[in-house]
């Protein structure tokens, strides 16, 4: 329950929709007391219900009293990686194929529908070939039907996007889908990035409409009327409506949001952040009191867009990553995610009956997969007619309880687990994976003990009897090798080069550098890595899984108050940020010699003048009234504007314009 | 405007403004806030901001008790088509006068889309020569013009609706559009007007006389 609040308070809820937990916290803004917090599982096949259980739980006295709602979301980075976006129909202007061949750029666009187009434009902003609007038409009729949304993306169109507009104006006329346009999602000059940009952002249109319209539903079944946030990829904030536009630009959202949330709760200027969570354990940067914005644009799946995130590293190591064995019998620890086997237990009592009659095998001694376990996440009804004959299997199986990897097996007839053709059931959260993690040796040591202690142990005691190796030892070299893994995902961030795999004996010197920084293990030789800046932990296992890393890396661990829902705090802590990046460069004449005036480009319109310092005036001012006048309308509070002039080439510029404030709390 | 206006308002003027061109939601039936929120899956508010936006549009009537889905009336119905035929024809003159060449292919390839829509899909077509009005009209280069007829067509949009099953000719509309558009592409002002006046002059004599037949 909350307690009562007094006039001058601003109430406000941010919420994080993260891989496995989604995380909403009460805020006092003014004051940064965190009032009260909630976990809930997240639910990818619709996140808004995750949302709604979060809402509910925190249990707020007065809704309508809240002030500021603001999300962070994995949505958009979950359905590029899992491609659940729409399907997009890419239309490329003034692209030449050969080149894109030949550097093997087709798989970088995001879409497989993919068309060139004669036009586009050159370095000087002039018009390279007459646009081939005729052809666009054709195509647009022939594929209308097929796809969702069209991203347009022509050639050089930051410096000039008059292809690009004609296109939308002549195809908006003959099709109703909605129509991206690279040239407003990017002022950098990467062709590809661009228009995978355009095709990405076009994808995730409907999914994050969808996605804004539950939450808002969630909200107002749950009283609250305030004004709706998305945090960006840089950890700035949003309005709903920009992000309904500009869902390419949540990406990496999550993330951003800890790093933010980490600093708003430590007050620490210069550190290293890391959040560990369920599934993953994510690496930001915070210099000066802001997150490292990463050069690069945004990478996500493999596809390179031009979007500007937080610079990022994230792992596959987290506090529920599975713990197990390869072929050669190495411990490997994630990167999948599974429940802990002292939770499966505690909901399932004969698990332990049964672990514990196994370890009294001696011989054979049972298999680790013996601690895989599956069991029924969500029932799917009655109605199974959507299901393939050996999904019904596998669901009729698994109603009647949770079953072991090896037993399941069995029953269905087939020689190992991969052939049991569970993804699309495992994809839709019908079927739940369990097994031995981080979470059950913290059972077994006593530090964190919600669930079926004896569970967790006969877990250990198996997978030490299979190894040969006692229950101590083992779980110490568990707990080395997971701060082990970190420290070197630390490293490697920092220092943006790889370590190699460890192996016996290998001949790499950085490799054995790293070692020896942590374990001194040279007889001759110390060495020691010191990171200059404290380490910041949040998420729920960042105490117990970050202690040793600080120490290896000989710097101090912050765990700020309320460590444990940074990032839900985070999604609140954010500033609300509008940029806008203005080209100016020289109208050439026919023999390129002469200047003959200077174009003013902006995002939704170009001018012209004849005296550079006219056009520097001339973008400044309008510029500068375009972003104070969108940041107010998102909702930023005496938004300031930073204007910075980059020289780009010979009498060319690039004016970046940013308006920002701290979120306009008033009711 | 649409983009100052909330995400799930957006969304729900979109669908319920659909369900009152298909005559979904009848013309004179009382509105249900909570029956269209449920069944559109958004919470109430955007319902009713929604509502709001087609009282504006005339699609909504909000007498002193209640909210209905606006009549359809013939003898308004026939004032609206007197300004349509004056201002679709004007519009046909200025479009030869202005039209670019982007505008031309823009004509040619609603035409040519026309032509390849078979006769017994009435809807489509009738999208289709909405389309075709609504591109004559951007070649007509006034945009207050192009907005005007596009509040006229939301208001008769419904009578068509009601006449469509009962319409045959549409098909050989398309004829007409091909000779409308070589007028335009002649940037012949008269001929342009006059083929858009015989146009709707037949098309509006034809729908009044199968309303007329239905009641």
């Known amino acids: 329950m909350t307690p009562m609040n007094n006039s001058s308070d601003a109430l406000v809820l941010g919420i994080d929709t993260g891989g496995t937990y989604t995380d909403g916290v009460l805020l006092e803004y003014h004051s940064r007391t965190v009032l009260a917090a909630h976990k809930s599982l997240t639910t990818k096949r619709d996140f808004a219900i995750g949302i709604e259980k979060v809402i509910e739980g925190i249990q707020i006295q007065d809704p309508s009293s809240i002030q500021m709602v603001s999300i962070s979301t994995t949505l958009a980075t979950n359905a590029i990686a899992e491609g659940k976006g729409k399907r997009v129909a890419l239309f490329l202007i003034g692209y030449d194929p050969e080149l894109v061949a030949s550097f093997q750029m087709e798989r970088h666009f995001a879409t497989p529908n993919f068309y060139y187009f004669a036009g586009g434009h050159d370095l000087f902003g002039q018009e390279k070939e007459a646009l081939d609007l005729t052809a666009l038409l054709k195509k647009t009729n022939q594929v209308k039907n097929q796809v969702d949304a069209i991203a347009i993306s022509s050639y050089f169109s930051p410096l000039n996007p008059e292809h690009e507009t004609r296109a939308y104006n002549a195809i908006s006329q003959v099709c109703d889908l909605p129509i991206v346009l690279g040239h407003q999602l990017s002022t950098k000059l990467g062709s590809v990035e661009r228009a995978t940009t355009a095709a990405l952002n076009a994808s995730l249109l409907s999914v994050l409409q969808d996605f804004i319209v539950a939450v808002r539903r969630a909200m107002e079944h749950r009283g609250i009327d305030a004004p709706l946030m998305v945090v960006r990829g840089d950890g700035t904030l949003m309005s709903d409506e920009f992000a309904a536009r500009s869902p390419v630009e949540t990406i990496h959202s999550g993330p951003a949001a800890s790093a933010i949330g980490g600093r708003f709760l430590s007050h620490q200027d210069d550190a290293l952040i890391l959040d560990v969570g369920g599934t993953t354990t994510d690496l930001a940067l915070i210099q000066g009191g802001n997150v490292s914005i990463s050069e690069t644009g945004a990478s996500v799946s493999g596809y390179k867009t031009s979007v500007k995130a937080a610079n990022l590293l994230s792992i596959g190591l987290g506090g529920d990553s599975h713990i197990s064995v390869d072929r050669e019998n190495n411990i490997v620890i994630g990167p999948e995610r599974v429940v802990p086997l002292a939770y499966l237990a505690h909901q399932h009592p004969e698990i332990q009956t049964r672990l514990k009659a196994l370890i009294q095998k001696t011989w054979p001694p049972p298999t680790p997969s013996w601690l895989e376990y599956w069991y029924l996440l969500r029932d799917p009804g009655d109605n199974l007619r959507a299901f393939s004959d050996r999904e019904k299997t596998l669901i009729k199986i698994l109603k009647a309880g949770p079953i072991a990897i090896p037993d399941l097996v069995k029953q269905v007839n087939a020689l190992h687990k991969n052939q049991l053709g569970a993804d699309e059931l495992i994809r839709r959260e019908i079927i739940g994976k369990a097994g031995l993690t981080p979470t059950d040796l913290l059972h077994i040591d006593g530090r964190h003990t919600p669930w079926d202690v004896k569970t967790a142990e006969y877990g250990l005691k198996l997978l030490s009897n299979h190894l040969h190796w006692e229950e101590p030892g083992l779980t110490e070299f568990i707990w080395t090798l997971s701060s082990e893994l970190i420290a070197k995902a630390i490293v490697e961030f920092l220092t943006e080069k790889s370590v190699p795999p460890s192996s016996a004996h290998s001949p790499d010197l950085g490799l054995w550098f790293f070692r020896n920084s942590l374990y001194a293990e040279h007889p001759h030789l110390a060495t020691q890595i010191h990171l200059q800046y404290p380490i910041i932990g949040i998420g729920a296992p960042a105490d117990i899984m970050l202690q040793d890393v600080a120490k290896l890396l000989h710097t101090e661990l912050i765990l700020p108050d309320h460590y444990f829902v940074a990032n839900a705090v985070g999604a609140i802590a954010g500033s609300v940020m509008v940029s806008e990046e203005i080209l100016i460069y020289p109208h050439l004449s026919e023999a390129g010699m002469d200047v003959i005036s200077y174009y003013v480009q902006a995002r939704d319109g170009r001018e012209e003048f004849e005296e550079l310092d006219d056009a520097l005036d001339h973008a400044r001012k309008s510029g500068y009234d375009r972003v104070l006048s969108a940041a107010l309308r998102s909702g930023a509070d005496n938004p300031q504007v930073v204007v910075e002039e980059i020289a780009d080439g010979i009498d060319s510029y690039r004016i970046h314009l940013q308006a920002v404030g701290n979120p306009r709390l008033s009711k | ?215």
């Open chain 2, 1 to 215: 405007m649409m983009e100052l206006v909330r995400v799930d308002t957006q969304r729900a003027y979109a669908a319920i403004r659909e369900k009152i061109a298909t005559l979904e939601l009848a013309p004179g039936a009382p509105v249900d806030e909570g029956k269209l929120a449920r069944e559109l899956d958004v919470g109430l508010v955007p319902v009713r901001e929604a509502i709001k936006l087609l009282v504006h549009d005339h699609l909504i009537e909000a007498p002193s008790m209640g909210l209905f889905i606006a009549e359809v009336k013939i003898p308004e119905l026939r004032q609206i088509s007197e300004i349509r035929l004056l201002l679709e024809c004007y519009c046909a003159q200025q479009a030869a006068r202005f039209a670019t060449p982007d505008d031309l292919v823009v004509l040619e390839a609603l035409c040519r889309e026309q032509s390849q829509v078979p006769p017994d899909e009435p809807r489509l077509l009738f999208e289709l020569d909405h389309k075709f009005h609504q591109a004559i009209a951007q070649a007509a280069h006034n945009k207050y013009l192009a907005d005007i007829l596009d509040d006229f067509f939301g208001l008769s949009q419904r009578l068509w609706f009601l006449a469509l099953p009962h319409l045959e000719f549409l098909p050989a509309a398309v004829e007409k559009h091909l000779e409308l558009v070589a007028a335009i592409k002649a940037q012949d002002e008269n001929h342009a007007e006059a083929i858009m006046r015989q146009h709707i002059q037949s098309f509006y004599d034809k729908v009044f006389e199968t309303l007329q037949n239905l009641s």
